[in-house]
């Protein structure tokens, strides 16, 4: 048992931790910060992605102890009270979510390669993605969602 | 009339909860005084075992190990035929059948309580080859014959055809195993209401189905069992067949507790079925003018343990062997064969997905043999409005298989024909290695 400070979505919170629990447990388990999903529990699928100090990392692949004192975004961080953020927006208004269980995944991951690069292109955009799987295998719509945020967003700024 | 719905653009109800992580798949809800389930599973693809759970339930945190005699009704279920055991009570006969399922107050106290559970296995003589499982001194994997289904279609007079044809090809295709992978492993919640009813939360293509099952596994009548569809991540047919919902039942009613389980994604692997591996064996013939006459063709699923939809899914296989193509004499047999394999069952195509393998490399090497071009041929035997199947149904409605075939056309007209100077994959990785340098540059 061990206690970390870290913030959580804004918010500076303590918690109690074993040695061999993930930052996906503690997400999960210990926030009950359920939209953050496990797909393979071994880096593969992306459904357990967030931002970890501002860097897109697989929440499966990284120990609860290493998050000690950093700032952690889930897809429940996302947009502002009410509003959505743009890329979840334009992932519904362009049809890019199916079964949804990659989409919270999906929309971190978005949101780090827009971050870096405001302006993407279709092949960036896919690049961006490439650590996420969809098995209903709509990337089409996602790809095309990613886009469109990226346009409203510098249409606002 | 105005459609509301059809032609028009219309957003997922379920969108926003997506979107922003409040849609509830199983594995997201949480009950107070819970108790998780895990699955012990079989390592062995045909065996008689007896097994011995004392140890297990012995240790702190185990409430419960359930093994096929806390089956309060019929120990079976399945899609079509009842012939998978929910929990195995003697036998096994595929690598990953369900033994026995450990019920603790926490899931790694359950996963830990696996190991001490103690399995004397007596192996039989196993067969995973569907053209061996045929023969009669094939090791049985139910009952006396390892022929599930076999589809027959007698049209015309092939083997005069044959005599009279201008070019036959003949050859064999074999398609694999496939796994759907859909992204959420499965996963369950069950609880007794108050008033008696068992209610069952997973993620499922077929609740009416798994609310059949349970009633039998349980004794119980249907009305009694409750099955909630919560989001569902994904199924592709991989979650037509039951896995956890009978464990989650009858663990819940023993301990009177709700009871969660949670496969993670190699027992997702081992717990549901497969896309069947299908062989097929194709002899086409076509007249000088491309013309197809017959095709006779043998064949073989793989439905590996358990039949689950192989009836419907080697049907659909053994009518769509012919393609989208008129061809007056057809000879097909088609045979679902059970074998000690991963099971199969649905998956995107039910049947239709395998065929073309076989037959669209059959009209390439036709219209190769003919010095046709592949379009041409295809033209020349397209199913039509008015065409007549194998099967003697008559094409009634649209079929635009036409105007498919000439939007392809002129799709790949578009790119020049590949140069034989070329070498294209050092070219590819040569350009796939350029593009990566100038994404990490601008990227990271």
Not at chain 2, 4 to 24: Q, S
Not at chain 2, 120 to 142: C, N, Q, R, S, T
Not at chain 2, 276 to 289: Q, R, Y
Request: charge should be negative; hydrophobic fraction near 40%; proline fraction near 4%.
């Amino acid at each position: 048992m061990k206690t970390i400070n870290l913030k959580i979505n804004g918010r500076k919170r303590q918690i109690e931790i074993e040695e061999n629990e993930r930052l996906l447990d503690i997400i999960r388990e210990g926030f009950h910060l359920t939209g953050t999903k496990e797909g393979c529990g071994e880096g593969e699928c992306g459904a357990c992605s967030v931002l970890l100090n501002g860097k897109l990392v697989n929440a499966c692949m990284i120990m609860a102890f290493q998050a000690e004192d950093s700032e952690v975004i889930t897809i429940e961080g996302l947009g502002e009270n009410e509003k959505l953020d743009p890329i979840q927006q334009a992932f519904i208004d362009t049809g890019a979510v199916q079964c949804g269980f990659c989409t919270p995944g999906m929309v971190l991951s978005a949101k780090a390669l827009l971050m870096k690069n405001p302006t993407p292109t279709k092949q960036e955009i896919r690049r961006g993605i490439s650590g996420n799987l969809c098995r209903c295998t709509g990337y089409e719509k996602i790809v095309e969602a990613v886009e469109l945020a990226a346009k409203r967003i510098a249409e606002t700024d | 009339m105005a459609f509301k719905v059809i032609g028009e653009n219309v957003l997922r109800v379920d969108g926003h909860t997506k979107v922003t992580g409040g849609a509830k798949y199983p594995a997201d809800l949480a009950l107070e005084n819970m108790l998780y389930g895990k699955t012990l599973r079989s390592t062995k693809a045909h065996a008689n075992f007896t097994i011995d759970t004392k140890k297990a339930e012995n240790i702190h945190g185990v409430v419960g190990v359930l093994t096929a005699k806390d089956i309060p009704g019929k120990n079976c279920h399945g899609v079509l035929f009842k012939d998978h055991e929910a929990i195995c009570e003697s036998r096994v006969r595929r690598i990953g059948d369900p033994m026995a399922v450990v019920i603790a107050e926490s899931e790694r106290i359950a996963e830990k309580a696996l190991e001490s559970i103690e399995v004397a296995y007596e192996e039989l003589a196993a067969v995973f080859d569907p053209e061996e499982a045929m023969k009669e001194e094939a090791p049985k994997i139910h009952g006396e014959d390892n022929t599930v289904f076999h589809f027959k279609i007698r049209r015309g007079n092939v083997d005069k055809a044959f005599e009279e044809a201008a070019v036959i090809v003949e050859d064999t295709y074999y398609t694999g195993a496939v796994d759907h992978a859909f992204l959420q492993p499965e996963a369950g919640i069950a609880y007794e209401e108050e008033d008696g009813t068992l209610t069952v939360i997973a993620a499922t293509q077929y609740p009416h189905f798994d609310r059949m099952d349970i009633a039998g596994a349980m004794g119980m009548e249907e009305e009694e069992i409750r099955i909630i569809n919560p989001a569902v991540g994904g199924a592709f047919g991989g979650r037509e067949d039951l896995t956890l919902q009978i464990h989650l039942a009858v663990a819940a009613k023993k301990f009177k507790r709700p009871i969660k389980m949670v496969y993670d994604r190699k027992e997702s692997f081992l717990a549901h079925c497969k896309r069947h591996p299908i062989t097929m064996h194709c002899k086409t013939a076509a007249d000088k003018d491309g013309k197809l006459l017959a095709l006779k063709t043998r064949i073989v699923g793989d439905t590996g343990a358990y039949a689950s939809w192989a009836v419907n899914v080697l049907r659909k296989a053994g009518v769509h062997i012919t393609g989208p193509y008129e061809i007056p004499n057809v000879w097909v047999d088609s045979y679902a064969v059970y074998t000690n394999n991963p099971f199969a069952g649905a998956m995107r195509g039910f049947g239709a997905t395998q065929p073309p393998i076989a037959h669209e490399q059959q009209m390439d090497r036709i219209a190769e043999k003919l010095g046709m071009d592949p379009f041409s041929i295809r033209r020349k035997n397209l199913f039509t409005l008015g065409s007549k199947t194998a099967t003697e149904q008559v094409l009634r409605e649209s079929v635009p298989l036409g105007r498919c075939l000439d939007a392809l056309e002129a799709a790949m007209n578009e790119k020049p024909l590949p140069d034989e100077n070329i070498n294209y994959l050092e070219d590819l990785k040569e350009r796939q290695a350029k593009k990566e340098g100038a994404w990490n540059e601008k990227n990271r």
